[in-house]
């Protein structure tokens, strides 16, 4: 029994194919030449026959034909080692030809081959170099693609009861990794979130990011207190990194509805966003030190506790954003932009900031630049399934001997 399956539109009955070989052959030839096609060095064989034509209408034949060695060269800045072999190959046929044909001596013609073919293998064996280093650019930059994702893991875009938005942008472009990290965990005691910038670039930074993260995802869940988070990274800086090496960052949590905690550890101060549109500064009461540092100065980061109503978001960014400079060398003001962009989806606001910064800087940021936009829905609107995640940690009373100092703040001022 046949049936038939309509697919809308007035198409008739799908009809199975009896003989699918010639149908297959058939397929298989257009793919090989599509493939042929694509990998056909056009511009190179037509520069060869620029060259030919110009021999054949100026007929001065052995001044002309030397420049049948640059169709070979080209081949090599786009093309595999078989496309310049098969320009070279095109280019010395016609200049033999074209030599005769033009009675150019034996022995210059001889010159003029010698110089295309020792061109044509000089840049094979160079394309064969480009393609071997791409092909290991290639795979590394897939290792660091991998190493990204279990370091920056994505945030998605409802946490607890807040939406968040990321945009991580890495200034070396071949590796797509940095040393600025990110993180937002929901924990027992409500949604807790860091943003820092380690000192260096490069593998170490990376290394570095990654300790941080590492000891910050398991101290949200263990401490009750957000400054005793911040003394756990202390800690474990203080045990593996260097005499020059610093983080800076600032660590905020959510403990309970209505109420921000934020530390902040020498990092860029937070950009808070009212409702109404205003735009402030979330400058430190207490400046503190970069983590790794607090044993030469002896200073303890304060913990700042600020209301944080429906409708409000808070940026957290790198300085990687706001040291970006443009052609006069004039820095990108972000608040500005904040205030300039802002909407009640974080991720459009943060793609039209990261566009504006892009064209700010003319195309290509030269520090590794990461931003996080939390905003507080106002509770007429949807939100996606999830509950809000609260629990103990209201109290901003520290442990006994913790020596950390703690600020309330009812307002922020601009």
Known sequence: MRHSRDHGGGHGPVRPISNPGPWLRATSRRSAALQVAAGTPVLPLMLVC???????????????????AAGPALAATTNGPRGVLCVGLVAALVGATLGVRDGVPGRELAVVLSAVGAVTVANGLTSALRGRRERVLAAVRSVAEAAQHALLKPVPETVGPFRVAVRYSAAAAEARIGGDLYALVPTPYGIRLIVGDVRGKGLPAVSTAALVLGVFREAAYDEPDLLDVVG????????????????TAVVAGYPRSGHLELVNCGHAPPLLARESGDVVAVEPTNPAPPLGLRAFSGEDPSL?????????????????????????????PLAEGLARHLSDEPARTLTALHDELLDHVGGRL???AALLLLRKPALSEPMADGPEISGPGESVSGGPGSGLSRTVVTEVNA
């Open 232 to 247: 756990r990274i202390e800690r474990s800086l203080a045990r593996n990194l260097g005499h020059d090496d610093f983080v």
């Open 304 to 332: 700042q506790v600020m209301p944080f109503a429906d409708g409000d978001q808070l940026l957290l960014y790198t300085d990687g954003v706001t040291e970006a400079r443009n052609q006069s060398r004039e820095f990108y």
């Open 50 to 68: 620029v060259v030919a034509l110009v021999d054949l209408l100026g007929g001065a034949g052995v001044i002309w034909l030397p420049l049948l």
């Open 366 to 368: 030269h520090d590794d």
